[in-house]
C-alpha cells in the first residue's frame, strides 16, 4: 500500500524520462477558404482540386490515410474511365490512376476493344498503397493542409462563413471557411449543417477485402467441400448471404470482393464499429472452417483490409434528385458538371446481377444533385449525391465520384472567389475551371 | 521446323471482300467459310507449315502460315479434328481454325460434307454459324476465366459410362460435357456460347485462344518490317492497330511512312491507341528536331491526360529543339494543374536552367495562384539558376510565404 501510494505521488523518472503536463486538449482556430471533409475517393480529388486552384483549402480525413475506398477498403480498381471507347472521367482522379499504375509497372487494359457485358474488363486494378501515397504528395503539394485523425462534430453557417468544430486526438478545432464539400460518402455533416438527409429502410451490404492462399484449387474434393459447407450453413454456423452459400466460390476467387456484410453501416464510430465487428467475425469463422477441409488445412490468410467497406448510407435531399430512369437513358441535364459510367450495381442478399447500360449512354451527374436544399456555400461528391437508390448503386463507384470531387471543388473555388454559393456560379466558367484541370464536362 | 508449299489460293481476298461474313458455298456441297476481315487482303501465294511444339489441347501438330508474294503472312489456320458427344454418341468434328497475323480470331471453315451441331443433333443454322464466329471473336469472353462446370450446372452433364471426355487440360472438365445430356446452360453464360452448343463454343474458344496464339504472334513478330508495320497501323481493327503499335518502336526512326503512321495515332479519339503510340516513340526518334517539332504541333489539339503523357515523352529526347524548348515555356503561362507540374518535370529532365529562360519562368513567381507561384519557385530552386535577377525574385517569394 505504501508502495502505491508512493507511486502515485511521485513517480520515479529514469534518465532522459519527462513527466508530461497535465492532459488538457488543445484548442485552435483556424481559417481556409475551402474545407473538404472527407478524404476518401471524392475528397481526394476535391483538395487537390481546390489546392491547385489557388484557394487555400484543409481536408479533414477521420482516418489515417487517403484514398477511402479505394485505399482503406481495398477496392484498389476504381470504376471504369472510358464508355464507349471515349474517355468520360479525366482530371485529378485519372491522373492519380494513371500514376499508380506507372509506378507499380501495372499495365492499363486496353480501352480501344468494347468490354461487353464484362465492365470488369475495363477495371483498372493498381496498388492502392502506391495510390495513397501519391494522393497525399500531390495534396501537399496542391498546399492542402491535411488534418488526419479529426471529425467535425459541428457545423454552423452565419455571415457568409461556415464554422466548423472538429475534434481529433488532443485536439479541438474550430475552422472557418467560406465553403464545406462533403465528401464523407455518408452525408454526416449535410446532416449537422442542418440539411435533410435520406436512407433507405434497407441498405446494401458492405464487404470486407482480404485474400487467402495456401491450396490447389483444382485438386481440391470440391463435391465433398460443398457438402461440408452445406451442413455447417444447415447447423446456422454461417449464413448463406456471407458468401452467397457458394463456398468453391470463395475459394476460387481467393477473396478479394466477395464477402457480403448486411447492414454495414459506415455513419458513426458505433455503426461502423459493429460492420467492422461483423466482417471480421465472418472471416475468422470461414478461415477455421476452410482449416478443416482436407487439402485446405495450410490455407492462410495473406491480407485482410482494415475496415468494411460499406455501399450505401445516407443521401441529401438536392436541388435535383438523379433518377434511375436518368441513369439508364444517359439524360443530359444543362449544368452536367461530370459523367458516370457504370452498370446498375445493387447487392443484396443474393449477390449481384449488374444491369448494363444500353449501347452509347453515358449518364451525366447535374450541379443541382450536389447542392442540398436550403443550403448556402456547402456541396457534396461522392456517393451521398441526391439520386434515387438504383441510380446510386451506379453512381457510388469510384470513378464517378472522383469526377465529382473535381467538379465540386471546381465549383466551390468560382462560389468562394466569388462569394457566392457553388448553385449561382456561371456555369460556362465552371466548365472552363475543370477543363484547364483536366476535367471532363459533358458536352 | 518449317515446311513450304506453294498454294496460288485467294480466298482469303475473296471471302472477306465486302462484309465481315460469307457463306462460302451452297450447303454440303463445298467448305463453309466464316470469316472475319484480316489485316491484309492480298491473294495468298505460299503456304508455309510450322511444326507446333508447345503443349496443346489441339491433336494435330502443324500450323499453317498464308504468306503473300510480297512476303508479308496474311493468316494462319490449323486443323481440329475432335471428338464432340451428344447423348452418349460421339462424332469427329472437323473444322479449320484461322487467325490474324496478329493473333486474333479469324474464321472458320468447315470441309465439305461437315457441320456444327447442337444437343439435339440439330445442324447449325446460318444465324448460328454468324454467332459462333461473333463469339470466338470475342478475346474478353468470360469463356477465358470459367471452368466448364460454370457454364452448365453439373446435373446431368455426366458422360455417358465409357466415353472420354476431353478437359482441355482442365480437371473440371474431366466426365462432363456441355452438349452431351439435356443439361442446360447456365444462365449468366448463355450470352457467351451457342445455344445447345455450349461445350462445342467453349472447346473452339480455348482453342483460339490457347497457345497457338502466342506462336503465331512469335512467327508474325519474326516476319516483322517497316512496310508490314504500316499495313498494320492501317488496319480497321483497333486490336491490330494495338498489336502494331506496341512492336513498333524497334521500326520507328527508319521509316517515314511508318512515323507518319505512328504519329497519325496520336490523337483524342482512341486514348489507348495514343497512349501506345506515344510509348512507341523511342530516343532515336527523338533526336530528329523535326520529329519534336511534330509532337509539339500534336500538343496544343491533345487532351490533358495525353498532353502529359506527350510532354513526358518530350522529356526522353537527348536534347530539345530550342524552337520546342521555347515554345513548352510559353505554355508554361497558361498552364494549370498537373500539365503545370509536368511541363517543370521535362524542363528539369533536360537540364534547362539558363538566364534568359529562368528570367521568363521566374516572373510566374508572382502568380495569384499560389499553386503556380509554389511550382514555379521549386523549379528554379532545383534548377539552381544563378542569374541575379531571379535569386532576388525567389527570395522576396520566400521571404514572403
Keep these: 500500500m505504501g508502495a502505491i501510494s508512493l507511486g502515485i505521488a511521485a513517480p520515479s523518472l529514469s534518465k532522459g524520462d519527462r513527466l508530461a503536463e497535465p492532459y488538457r486538449t488543445r484548442r485552435q482556430s483556424l481559417s481556409a477558404d475551402i474545407v473538404v471533409i472527407g478524404g476518401g475517393t471524392a475528397g481526394t480529388i476535391a483538395a487537390i482540386q481546390a489546392g491547385r486552384a489557388g484557394r487555400k483549402t484543409i481536408l479533414i480525413e477521420a482516418g489515417s490515410q487517403l484514398g477511402g475506398t479505394t485505399t482503406v477498403g481495398g477496392v484498389a480498381f476504381p470504376g471504369i474511365f472510358f464508355a464507349w471507347g471515349e474517355q468520360i472521367i479525366g482530371g485529378i482522379g485519372w491522373e492519380l490512376v494513371q500514376e499508380a499504375v506507372a509506378m507499380n509497372d501495372d499495365t492499363l487494359p486496353n480501352f480501344s476493344i468494347p468490354h461487353g457485358r464484362q465492365h470488369w474488363r475495363h477495371q483498372v486494378r493498381l496498388n492502392p498503397h502506391i495510390y495513397a501515397m501519391l494522393a497525399e504528395e500531390k495534396m501537399l503539394e496542391a498546399g492542402v493542409d491535411i488534418r488526419y485523425y479529426e471529425t467535425p462534430f459541428a457545423l454552423r453557417f452565419a455571415k457568409n462563413r461556415w464554422e466548423i468544430e472538429t475534434v481529433g486526438k488532443g485536439v479541438h478545432a474550430t475552422i472557418t471557411c467560406n465553403q464545406v464539400i462533403d465528401c464523407t460518402g455518408n452525408a454526416l455533416p449535410t446532416a449537422m449543417a442542418g440539411y435533410d438527409v435520406i436512407r433507405e429502410e434497407e441498405i446494401q451490404p458492405g464487404t470486407l477485402m482480404f485474400k487467402i492462399d495456401g491450396y490447389e484449387l483444382e485438386s481440391l474434393d470440391q463435391d465433398l467441400i460443398k457438402q461440408r459447407y452445406q451442413e455447417a450453413l444447415d447447423r446456422g454456423e454461417f449464413t448463406r448471404e456471407e458468401f452467397r452459400g457458394?463456398?468453391?466460390g470463395l475459394l476460387r476467387s481467393q477473396g478479394d470482393n466477395i464477402q457480403h456484410i448486411m447492414d454495414a453501416d459506415s455513419t458513426t464510430s458505433e455503426s461502423h464499429t459493429i460492420a467492422n465487428i461483423n466482417g471480421r467475425k465472418s472471416l475468422l469463422r470461414h478461415l477455421r472452417f476452410i482449416r478443416t477441409l482436407p487439402g485446405c488445412e495450410k490455407t492462410k490468410l495473406v491480407d485482410m483490409q482494415t475496415e468494411t467497406a460499406t455501399r450505401e448510407t445516407f443521401r441529401i435531399d438536392g436541388h435535383y434528385r438523379i433518377t434511375h430512369e436518368d441513369y439508364v437513358t444517359g439524360k443530359k441535364f444543362d449544368d452536367a458538371v461530370s459523367y458516370s459510367y457504370y452498370p446498375i450495381d445493387l447487392h443484396d442478399a443474393h449477390g449481384v446481377i449488374p444491369d448494363h447500360l444500353e449501347e452509347g449512354v453515358v449518364p451525366t451527374i447535374p450541379l443541382r444533385a450536389l447542392v442540398p436544399k436550403n443550403s448556402r456555400n456547402f456541396i457534396v461528391a461522392g456517393r451521398c449525391l441526391s439520386s434515387d437508390r438504383l441510380a446510386n448503386s451506379a453512381l457510388r463507384v469510384q470513378a464517378s465520384c472522383m469526377g465529382m470531387g473535381q467538379a465540386a471543388a471546381a465549383a466551390a473555388v468560382l462560389a468562394s472567389r466569388k462569394g457566392i454559393s457553388p448553385l449561382e456560379v456561371p456555369y460556362d466558367e465552371l466548365r472552363e475551371l475543370i477543363e484547364s484541370h483536366g476535367g471532363i464536362v459533358p458536352a | 521446323m518449317e515446311g513450304l508449299f506453294r498454294h496460288k489460293k485467294v480466298f482469303l481476298q475473296l471471302l472477306v471482300a465486302g462484309g465481315i461474313l460469307l457463306l462460302a458455298a451452297a450447303e454440303d456441297t463445298g467448305p463453309r467459310r466464316f470469316f472475319l476481315k484480316p489485316t491484309l487482303e492480298l491473294p495468298v501465294d505460299t503456304v508455309y507449315r510450322y511444326l507446333v511444339l508447345e503443349e496443346d489441347s489441339i491433336p494435330n501438330d502443324t500450323l499453317f502460315q498464308l504468306r503473300s508474294a510480297e512476303g508479308f503472312p496474311l493468316a494462319y489456320y490449323r486443323k481440329i479434328?475432335?471428338?464432340?458427344?451428344?447423348?452418349?454418341?460421339?462424332r469427329m468434328l472437323k473444322v479449320q481454325l484461322?487467325?490474324?497475323?496478329?493473333?486474333?480470331?479469324?474464321g472458320i471453315e468447315l470441309p465439305p460434307g461437315e457441320f456444327l451441331s447442337k444437343t439435339d443433333h440439330e445442324k447449325f443454322n446460318l444465324s448460328e454459324y454468324a454467332r459462333m464466329n461473333h463469339l470466338l471473336a470475342d478475346s474478353l469472353s468470360p469463356l477465358a476465366d470459367f471452368t466448364f462446370e460454370d457454364l452448365v450446372p453439373p446435373a446431368g452433364d455426366l458422360l455417358p459410362e465409357g466415353a472420354a471426355a476431353p478437359t482441355l487440360g482442365n480437371p473440371a472438365l474431366g466426365g462432363l460435357t456441355?452438349?452431351?445430356?439435356?443439361?442446360?446452360?447456365a444462365p449468366a453464360m448463355a450470352d457467351y456460347v451457342v445455344a445447345g452448343a455450349a461445350y462445342t463454343t467453349y472447346r473452339l474458344w480455348h482453342f483460339v485462344y490457347g497457345p497457338t496464339r502466342d506462336e503465331i504472334q512469335r512467327l508474325t513478330q519474326q516476319s516483322l518490317s517497316d512496310g508490314l508495320l504500316v499495313h498494320i497501323l492501317a488496319s480497321p481493327?483497333?486490336?491490330?492497330?494495338a498489336w502494331g503499335l506496341q512492336r513498333a518502336g524497334d521500326y520507328l526512326s527508319s521509316s517515314g511512312p511508318l512515323r507518319e503512321a505512328v504519329l497519325s495515332r496520336i490523337a483524342n479519339e482512341d486514348f489507348s491507341l495514343a497512349s501506345m503510340a506515344i510509348d512507341a516513340i523511342g530516343p532515336a526518334s527523338l533526336s530528329s528536331s523535326a520529329f519534336q517539332q511534330a509532337l509539339m504541333r500534336k500538343l496544343s489539339g491533345l487532351n490533358y491526360s495525353l498532353k502529359n503523357k506527350l510532354v513526358d515523352k518530350l522529356g526522353e529526347a537527348p536534347a530539345l529543339d530550342p524552337e520546342v524548348r521555347a515554345a513548352l515555356v510559353k505554355s508554361l503561362e497558361t498552364a494549370s494543374g498537373s500539365y503545370l507540374s509536368h511541363l517543370f518535370a521535362l524542363l528539369l529532365k533536360q537540364?534547362?536552367?539558363?538566364?534568359?529562360?529562368?528570367?521568363e519562368i521566374s516572373n510566374l513567381l508572382e502568380?495569384?495562384?499560389?499553386?503556380?507561384?509554389?511550382?514555379t519557385f521549386q523549379f528554379l530552386e532545383k534548377a539552381a539558376c544563378e542569374d541575379e535577377v531571379v535569386q532576388q525574385r525567389m527570395n522576396r517569394y520566400r521571404n514572403k510565404r
Design chain 1, 246 to 248: 457458394n463456398i468453391i
Design chain 2, 81 to 90: 479434328n475432335t471428338n464432340v458427344c451428344f447423348d452418349g454418341t460421339c
Design chain 2, 98 to 106: 484461322y487467325w490474324n497475323i496478329t493473333g486474333r480470331y479469324l
Design chain 2, 178 to 185: 456441355a452438349d452431351a445430356v439435356t443439361s442446360a446452360t
Design chain 2, 237 to 241: 481493327d483497333a486490336s491490330d492497330v
Design chain 2, 351 to 359: 537540364k534547362v536552367n539558363d538566364a534568359e529562360t529562368c528570367l
Design chain 2, 367 to 375: 502568380h495569384e495562384n499560389h499553386f503556380v507561384a509554389s511550382q
